[in-house]
C-alpha cells in the first residue's frame, strides 16, 4: 500500500485505489467556463438563460379566454340558484355544498369561492386560486374543474326539482359546454 499525496501536497487519509483517486481528480480545470458543471467524461449542462428549461406544450390560458369561461360558468350557476330558490329550496346553500365536494385534485381551484348574491361565482378567488398555479396547468385545471363543478351542480337540480322547474331550467342553461369551450 501506498501512500498518496493530494494535489495540495498534504497525504490522504487511508488506503486508496488509483482508480478510485483518479475520479475525484480536477481534469478540466483549464477548460472550465463560467456556470458549467464538467466531469472527467466531459459531459456539461450550461445554466445560462438559454440552457435548459422546463416547458411544455399545452396552450396558456390568455386573461379573455378565463374571463369568458367564468362568465358562462356564473350564468349557469345563477340559473340554477334561481330555479333552486324558486322550488323553495336553499340555492346558495346547495351549491356551496357542491364547491365544497369537488375532488381532490380539483379543490385548489374552489378554495374560499364563496357567491355573489345574484348567485354568481365569486370570479376573483378562482381567478386568484388559478394564477397561484403553474402557467402549464392553468387551463386544464379551469377547464376541468369548471365542466365538473356544472355537471355535479346541474345533476343535483334535476335530483332535487320537479319535472317541470328541472326541464325550464335545462332549457336555459342549454349550449353550456359548447359556449365553455376548451
Not at 29 to 48: A, C, I, K, P
Not at 106 to 135: K, M, Q, Y
Not at 162 to 175: C, F, K, R, S, T
Request: glycine letters at 10%; hydrophobic letters at 35%.
Amino acid at each position: 500500500m501506498t501512500q498518496r499525496v493530494r494535489p495540495d501536497g498534504l497525504p490522504t487519509q487511508g488506503a486508496v485505489d488509483a482508480t478510485e483517486a483518479d475520479m475525484f481528480v480536477d481534469q478540466d480545470s483549464q477548460d472550465r467556463g463560467e456556470g458549467h458543471f464538467t466531469s472527467g467524461l466531459r459531459d456539461r449542462v450550461s445554466l445560462s438563460p438559454g440552457g435548459p428549461s422546463l416547458r411544455s406544450g399545452a396552450p396558456r390560458l390568455d386573461d379573455a379566454d378565463l374571463a369568458r369561461k367564468l362568465t358562462v360558468a356564473s350564468e349557469v350557476i345563477r340559473c340554477m340558484v334561481r330555479a333552486l330558490d324558486d322550488a323553495g329550496l336553499d340555492g346558495p346553500d346547495m351549491i356551496h355544498q357542491i364547491l365544497g365536494s369537488a375532488p381532490r385534485q380539483l379543490r385548489p381551484l374552489f378554495r374560499g369561492v364563496n357567491l355573489a348574491e345574484d348567485g354568481s361565482l365569486d370570479e376573483g378567488s378562482i381567478t386568484h386560486n388559478l394564477r397561484s398555479r403553474l402557467p402549464s396547468e392553468q387551463r386544464q385545471l379551469l377547464q376541468l374543474g369548471l365542466t365538473d363543478l356544472l355537471e355535479r351542480a346541474l345533476e343535483r337540480c334535476m335530483q332535487s326539482l320537479a319535472a317541470a322547474p328541472a326541464d325550464a331550467l335545462l332549457g336555459q342553461v342549454v349550449g353550456y359546454e359548447r359556449r365553455l369551450g376548451t
